[in-house]
C-alpha cells in the first residue's frame, strides 16, 4: 500500500512580503536570453498553497504547508512592523507548522515569545532545551502550549503527529545547534546537537511504530545531508537557512543541487530557495515503511506576466517575446500564479504604505557606485566600500554620546552595493542594513580587540578552522593593521594603529578603549570570541539603519 502527501513549503522568506526580481537566463534554439521577473511575494504563496490543498483534497489525500525557519528580517515590513505583520500573514495562510530560524533570535528570545503568541499554528524548535530558562523574566518561551521543544523527560524532541491514511505521519523540528554562534538567543536558552537529538526522537518514533517522519529543520543543505547520513529511517527533510534550490534549474540558469542531490540514504531533500520567490510543491509517495517511492512535483517560482526579456542588453522583439513566453508556460520549475486577494489588501492597506512613505524619503546622493564585497580580492584590493563608511555613521553615534575610540562591523551585515544617484531611508533600512539590530558601545583591553580582529579573519578565512562563512571580515573606523595568514595562531595580526586627534597611535595591548559594534558582533559571533571580554555595555538606543541614515543624511553626497 501507499500513502500520497500533497506537501507545500517554504524558507527563509525573511519579511518578503512583496514579489522580488529574479534574473533567469534561458535557451531557445540555441539563443540565449536574459529574462527578469517579479516572482513570489506572499499573496501569490497563499494563492500557490490553496490550489495544491485543492488538488489534495480532490485526490482524496492529506495536505501540509510547511515554513523552515527564518520568517524574521530581511525588508521594510521587518524593521517597521517586527514579526507582527509576518505572524499576521503567515496565519492567513493555514500554516501547519514552523521551525524556528536563527534569524528569529536576532533580537533575543522576547521577540520569538511575541511572534509564537501571536500565531494560530505550532512553532518547532525540538533540539532547544528550555529546562534552565527563566520562568520568571519578561515573555518566556516555555509556557507556550504551541512551541514544540526538547523534551527532557523522554530525551527527545516533542512532535507533531498528523494523519496520513491509516498511519501517522510525524513532524519533527529541528533547528540550527551551533545558534549562539549565529544568532542572539538568550544565555538560559540551550541547543542540543541536532544529529543526535534526531536519532533519539526518529528510534522512539520507530518503536512507537511510526515509520512516516518529516523533518522541518534549519539547519543548511550541507547540515541536512548529514543529518540524512547520521540518521537512518527518516523519510523527508524539508530544509531552510542555505536557500538553497533543491532539484534542477540549470535550464533557468539558476544554481540548485539537481535532481540526485534531493536524496541521500534513502531519504529526501527538499529545499524551496529564499525570499519567499519561490515555494515547494510537490506529493510525495510513500510505501508503509515510510520511504519516499516517488517524487512528483517541486519548487516552483511564481510567476506572473510582467516580465522583460533582453539578449545583448536589448529588448527583444515581440515575436521572440511569443516565443520565450511559450518557454515560460512549460518550463519546470516557473509557475504563473494570481495574488490571493485577501493576502494582497491586507499588504496594501495595513502595511506597504508605511515603506512607500520611506522609499519617497531622500538621504542623500552618491555622486558614484559603491561597491560591497565581503573581502578583500582582485577587484576591491581594500573590500568593502561601503562598510567602512556604516563604520563610520557607527563611530559618530557613539561619539555623540560616550568617547569612543573606534567603530567595528562585520561585513555580513552590508547587504548591496549602492549605485550612483539619490540614496532613501528605504534603501538604507530596506536593503543596505536591513536586519534590525541595535548598536553596543564597549570598553576592551587592546590585547583582547587584538584577538577579536585575528579571530574574525581566521573565521572569514578558514585559516586553522572551518569558520562559519566571509561574513564575519571585519570592517573598521579609525583603526586599522596588517594579517599575515601564515602566521602562528595569535600572532597573525600586527601594526594594529587607531587614530585620535594626534594621529595614528600603535594599539597598546594594556590599555582600555571603547568601541562601537551591533548587538550581534558583540555577542562574541563568527569568531569574535574576544569581545566576550568587554564590559560596560551601553544599548545605545539606535539601529544600525538609524545610525546610517543620521550620518548619511548630515552630506549632501555621501561620495
Known sequence: MTYSLYLAHINDT???????LVHFEVTINQEVYQVDAYCGGYARLATAVKQHHALATQNNSSSLFLHAGDSFQGSLYFSQFKGEANAHLLNLMSVDAMTIGNHEFDLGNAPVSKFVDQVNFPCLAGNMDLSHEDQQKHLPLAPHNNLYYYN???????????????????????THDQMHNIGCPDADCHFLNAIKTTQATVKHLKQQGINHIVILSHLGYDGDIALAKAVTGISVIVGGHSHTLTGEFDHLGLASTGNNGQWQNECLILQAGKHAESIGLSCLHFDKNGKVIELEGGTQFLIDDNWQAKQNGQIVCNETRRLISDYLATAPGLLKCSDDQQISEIINQQYRPVVEQMKSQLVTMLSQPLRHSRMPNKELPNGSEIAPLICQGFYQASAAKLPTDFALHNAGGVRVSLKAGPLSKADICGRLLPFEITLMSYLIKGEDLAMAIEGAINNATNNGLMGT??????????LRYSYQAHKPPGQRVSQIKLEDEQGWQALQPQRVYRGVSSAYTLAGKEGYDALLNSWE????????????????????YLV
Open 14 to 20: 525573511h519579511s518578503h512580503f512583496e514579489p522580488t
Open 152 to 174: 527532557n523527560e523522554l530525551a527527545i524532541a516533542n512532535y507533531l503527529l498528523k494523519p496520513l491514511g491509516d498511519q501517522q505521519l510525524a513532524i519533527v523540528g529541528i
Open 469 to 478: 562563512g566571509d561574513g564575519s571580515f571585519p570592517y573598521f573606523y579609525k
Open 537 to 556: 555595555h551601553h544599548d545605545l538606543e539606535l539601529s544600525m539603519s538609524d545610525s546610517f541614515v543620521a550620518f548619511a543624511s548630515s552630506k549632501q
